[in-house]
């Protein structure tokens, strides 16, 4: 008998877990995958534009995600699948030994800090030497008897304030967007987590080469990936980050043209799901589309958000509303080369929690040098012509910074229900755009003042993203465990999820987790 499996949301998630699927599943499975935009990707988007000063030239802008780690499991999980795709050639590596590998930096005190890629270069550093003396203390400290707590709580408790606000806190603005004192350790940054709890010292833990936690299914991949790619082994020793040269979206672009080719599933845009119904005694699935006819499955593999899928079920699970999401301004800024140059050259920098950014630098999180760290983007004669920046603000900080600002007092859309629709929509559109001018000028005056750069950007994009980026807040790992349960109880095996509000917020962790969901869901359907 045929098996219908409808995957909900094209962003890498959803597209990840069809292509699995696609590869496979037996052919008796088909799949339908329904994207609520009229593009798939997600928050993977790269725009190509015009260069005003090179006509023949053009100039590459990512609104989304930029870069990609090769390192472990999930990195080599997404280089498989990256040549599977046939895209080796549309690479754009950054390796170890290039200037945007070595140079990281951090904001602080008025002037950038590079961080130390080694030990010596750590015990010498102006920012972290004071700090070591204390952060030695974890070498005798005890374990704590929490299931979880802060990344501050914790790092705070084996190495000191110090380390948490100067230099830990800004690792978290520039992955999660996050504040420090909320985000669970043991779901970020789960390795410290298990250092501490296996050896009782994080410090002991990694001088006994044990920097990584693997699941055995994590460990088996690596097996397999390995054995048919050996060749990828040098990707991790050779290279820092990698991109492609169209911009991350490459990625997601050739699925959806893989999928398409592969005649193994329809893909359905501009179709919302707005509801979904189970009937547990035929075993289907109702799935309900805006404006379209719905459409019946067997089961249904979730890749939107938690707090979207909350609406579309008939039970609440509180679990998934627990997590907030933050928003983040994404500001693209081009400069002429040969009007601003950078005095520190590197992968950009970011800004701790001791600068009190939402104060001093208008939510200001990090600055990345996209045309140090993807030099071969932009084509043509705009090639090493300019100089490209693009500031994150916002995130944890969104809210405060902008009622701190102007655009808070002279827009306040309170008091509009009695405003006739379209004269809503003109003031929200009116608030957005204030916005983003707003977002615009800190940015343009966060690099002035921090990089010294005085000439205005030829080029301003400002894109706002809501809710982009959740937050896995302390006990996050035990409530996905209860949920998980909760899922297997309720849906008879219906509904399974996967996704960045779950396991990993990384693109590489989306992919590895929606491998994970396909591969379970098929050997389900194998032993049924
Ligand atoms: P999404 O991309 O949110 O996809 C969900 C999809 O579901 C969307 O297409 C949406 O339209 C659709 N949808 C929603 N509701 C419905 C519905 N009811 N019916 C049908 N469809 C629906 N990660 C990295 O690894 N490296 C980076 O450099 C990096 N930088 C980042 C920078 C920014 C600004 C942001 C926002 C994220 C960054 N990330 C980075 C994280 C990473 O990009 C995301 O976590 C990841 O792309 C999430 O993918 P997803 O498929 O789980 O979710």
Redesign the pocket.
């Known amino acids: 008998p045929r098996t219908h499996i409808a995957v909900?949301?094209?962003?890498?998630?959803?597209?990840?877990v069809a292509w699995y699927l696609a590869r496979i599943s037996p052919p008796n499975v088909a799949i339908t995958l329904?994207?609520?935009?009229k593009?798939?990707?997600?928050?993977?988007h790269s725009d190509r534009i015009n260069d005003p000063l090179h006509p023949d030239g053009s100039l590459l802008l990512?609104?989304?995600?930029?870069?990609?780690?090769p390192q472990g499991v999930s990195g080599l999980n997404t280089l498989e699948m990256t040549k599977l795709l046939g895209l080796e050639r549309d690479l754009e590596l950054v390796p170890k030994t290039s200037l945007a590998a070595k140079n990281r930096y951090i904001y602080s005190h008025g002037k950038l800090h590079m961080l130390p890629s080694s030990l010596s270069g750590a015990l010498t550093h102006p920012l972290l030497a004071p700090k070591l003396v204390r952060a030695g203390l974890d070498l005798v400290k005890g374990s704590s008897k929490e299931d979880d707590e802060s990344i501050e709580s914790f790092v705070t408790r084996r190495f000191g304030k110090g380390m948490s606000d100067d230099l830990i806190s800004a690792m978290v603005h520039g992955?999660y967007?996050g504040d420090v004192s909320k985000l669970s350790v043991r779901s970020t940054f789960g390795m410290l987590y298990h250092l501490e709890k296996e050896y009782g010292s994080v410090i002991l833990g990694l001088l006994m080469g044990k920097g990584s936690v693997e699941t055995p299914w994590d460990q088996l991949l690596k097996e397999r990936i390995l054995k048919g790619m050996p060749e990828l082994k040098t990707f991790d020793e050779n290279v820092s980050i990698y991109s492609f040269k169209d911009g991350?979206e490459t990625l997601s672009k050739a699925l959806e043209k893989d999928l398409r080719d592969s005649g193994r599933i329809s893909i359905h845009l501009d179709?919302?799901?707005?509801k979904m119904d189970f009937n547990h005694s035929n075993k289907t699935v109702k799935i309900s589309?805006k404006d379209q006819e719905p459409v019946q499955a067997d089961m249904v593999i979730s890749?939107?958000?938690p707090r979207?899928l909350y609406?579309?079920l008939p039970h609440s699970h509180s679990e998934l509303i627990h997590n907030p999401s933050v928003a983040?301004a994404?500001v693209n800024m081009i400069y002429r080369a040969d009007q601003a140059r950078l005095a520190s050259p590197g992968f950009g920098y970011l800004i701790p929690k001791s600068e009190n950014s939402a104060v001093n630098h208008q939510g200001l999180l990090g600055v990345v040098f996209d045309s140090c760290s993807a030099p071969t983007q932009d084509q043509g004669s705009s090639q090493g012509q300019t100089l490209k920046l693009t500031a994150?603000m916002g995130g944890h900080m969104f809210d405060d910074v902008v009622a701190q600002s102007s655009v808070h007092d002279t827009d306040d859309d309170s008091g509009m229900t009695m405003i006739k629709s379209s004269d809503k929509m003109t003031n929200s559109n009116g608030r957005e755009q204030a916005l983003k001018s707003f977002f615009e000028k800190a940015a343009k005056d966060a690099v002035k003042r921090h990089l010294q750069i005085d000439s205005p950007p030829e080029i301003v994009k400002v894109?706002i993203?809501r809710e982009?980026?959740?937050q896995y807040l302390v006990g996050h790992l035990q409530r996905m465990q209860k949920l998980d349960e909760q899922l297997r109880k309720e849906y008879d095996g219906m509904l399974a999820v996967?996704?960045?509000?779950y396991l990993?917020?990384?693109?590489?962790?989306?992919i590895k987790n929606s491998r994970e969901v396909a591969e379970a869901i098929v050997s389900k359907l194998e032993e049924e």
């Open positions: 909900l949301g094209g962003g890498i998630s959803g597209l990840s329904l994207e609520g935009s593009r798939t990707g997600g928050w993977l990512e609104r989304g995600p930029r870069s990609l780690r992955i967007a991350l179709s919302p799901v707005e589309i890749a939107i958000t979207q609406n579309l983040v994404v994150m894109h993203h982009c980026i959740p996967t996704g960045a509000g990993g917020v990384s693109v590489n962790d989306c």
